[in-house]
DNA sequence: CAGTTAGATAACCAAGTGGTTAGGTAGACA
DNA sequence: TGTCTACCTAACCACTTGGTTATCTAACTG
């Protein structure tokens, strides 16, 4: 995998139970034991889950006694909606307009 | 890699190559050849980004005599722009004020 | 026809992914 | 002390990924 940051958030992104435990997540802190209950996995399969988010910045992880809290950070998610914005006009209606509007605009100038 | 639309998606845009590929293509459709020159790789690696890309979703092949014109199409994105929204309560103040304030609400209302 | 160009396919390889089981560590508690 | 809980690491497995070279088809061009 390409190791660049906005590689590494996608492709911790390309992965169901990764994004239900970021879901999970936005309801507050959890422990791996939390996280892992809505799966049928194993917890080490949860674990590696767990450093792949870690590693895109997605969560970070606290210490308490036994427990190892997660938390949600989704400053990279940010990064994620600038780059698929640039794409906006080729799918929103509204912009699509003002697009064919400044190319008009664009004519008329020449 | 698991199979779910979104997840395809995420996937393919986990590499800078093909998001290179997609920012080509929003200035207008373009053959296998010229999307293949900035990339100092094989063809048959191109091609392969392309089919990616392809199975996402995110582009369609035509055919011109012995070309094979590739064309954006981002509505997947739109779905990412969507997912990626929910959590945007996180990262973006004005949004974080608004939360607080409903919050405040809901505890006066009880 | 032969030759060239655009592109896909096949076979291969090294590295990574997503899962497993087994075993280890750290803290709470009797 | 011993035991339980929470969690991690290590080793292994089947499969995928991203690249290569070699070979093939399809269409234009002389």
Request: charge should be neutral; hydrophobic fraction near 40%; glycine fraction near 6%.
């Given at each position: 995998m390409a190791d660049d940051p906005l590689s590494i958030t996608f492709a911790a992104l390309a992965d169901p139970t990764r994004r239900a435990i970021l879901a999970r997540l936005a309801e507050g802190a959890a422990t791996v034991k939390e996280l892992s209950?809505?799966?049928?996995?194993s917890g080490p399969a949860v674990s590696k889950h767990l450093r792949v988010l870690e590693r895109a910045g997605l969560i970070t992880r606290g210490r308490d006694a036994q427990w190892r809290p997660c938390t949600l950070d989704a400053t990279p998610l940010r990064e994620v909606t600038e780059w698929a914005d640039g794409f906006r006009r080729f799918w929103d209606d509204s912009y699509r307009r003002l697009d064919t509007y400044l190319e008009h605009m664009k004519e008329k100038g020449t």
């Amino acid at each position: 995998m390409a190791d660049d940051p906005l590689s590494i958030t996608f492709a911790a992104l390309a992965d169901p139970t990764r994004r239900a435990i970021l879901a999970r997540l936005a309801e507050g802190a959890a422990t791996v034991k939390e996280l892992s209950e809505p799966f049928a996995m194993s917890g080490p399969a949860v674990s590696k889950h767990l450093r792949v988010l870690e590693r895109a910045g997605l969560i970070t992880r606290g210490r308490d006694a036994q427990w190892r809290p997660c938390t949600l950070d989704a400053t990279p998610l940010r990064e994620v909606t600038e780059w698929a914005d640039g794409f906006r006009r080729f799918w929103d209606d509204s912009y699509r307009r003002l697009d064919t509007y400044l190319e008009h605009m664009k004519e008329k100038g020449t």
